[in-house]
């Protein structure tokens, strides 16, 4: 169940009082971003025409190597930032002229940015000051975000006495304080540990799950983003190479960049030497021909990569089970508990990599054997040679 929408202040234009007052379609998006783009120096674009349509409730990621543009768009959704070109709107209004603290969004950031000489409790009660909520509502609404974020014993305490996590906990629970529809983080998690950044990816997702608010997210991990996301917006060089759900970039990447940025990938390169609409046969180095599904293949002749992840690979498959079999020599085998990993050197390539899950033990495999290594035609893409 979503917020509540309160009063947030008596500034005129405020797109809080703007969203009392009209209320969206139920088709339309409640986030749009139309053709934006930024330019810092005038000459080249961090941002690249981006498009995007975000309904309420959704949680969006968006994912891409530093400096790709995706805090920037984030930093444009905040007020933080002006687009050189484009529109954004919140609820069908544009809001580029807007100032950040009269559009209503909550925002949580990697360094806390908590005050320190506040105790927890002040720290949640500054943004319900300043929208001049009284002393009982600011009392009722500090409880109950400490108790979604399990602080509520913590409340008298000041940041420096909180852990790592703790202090995560309430840069969200500030964020939520004043029940905004649209809430954005930027690589919230990324000083934490491997552990408590793994516990509280799905403490984000559970409360804005419980909430129903909105939320923008932007990291440069890919596990981060799988696992939290209902949709995941891939950035490279402030351009969206795919928009999709978390199963369909990883399983349907549409080029050779998404399919190496999410997930573990085997790449094989080589030339195109058929190529109808459900299947293409990609001739390798070594004269292999590997039969694949093509996805971005240019036209007969043109080079291409195609993607494989390791956990399709079969080791010793029966004979006719694949429609790609070949000789492979076992480099290395590293045991990682719940899954053997094989490095092999296959069709020359001495990188490839295959995961065989631990359920029903693993094969006994010793460096430098010779076994045969197989694969489905659906499970190889041929995508772009870049």
Known sequence: MAFTMQDAGNGQGNIREIIQEQK????????????????????????????????????????????????????????FEQPTHGEIYLNNQPIKTLPPHKRGIGLVFQNYALFPHMTVEENLAFPLQVRNLSKSDTEKKVKRALDMVRLSEFGHRRPAHLSGGQQQRVAVARALVFEPELVLMDEPLGALDKNLREEMQYEIKHIQQDLGVTMIYVTHDQSEALTMSDRIAVFNDGVVQQLATPEELYERPVNAFVAQFIGENNRLKGDVIELSDSQCRVKVPNGDIITAKPVAVDSMGSQSTLSLRPERIVINPEDGAMANVFDAKVEEVIYLGDHLRTRVNVCENNEFIIKTPNADGHPNLRRGEMIRVGWAEEDCRALDAS
């Open 24 to 79: 969206s379609d139920s088709g339309s998006p409640f986030v749009r971003f139309d053709n934006v783009q930024k330019s810092y120096d005038g000459r080249s674009l961090v941002v690249k025409g981006f498009d995007l349509d975000i309904q309420q409730g959704e949680f969006i990621t968006l994912l891409g190597p530093s400096g790709s543009g995706k805090s920037t768009v984030l930093m444009m959704m905040a007020g």
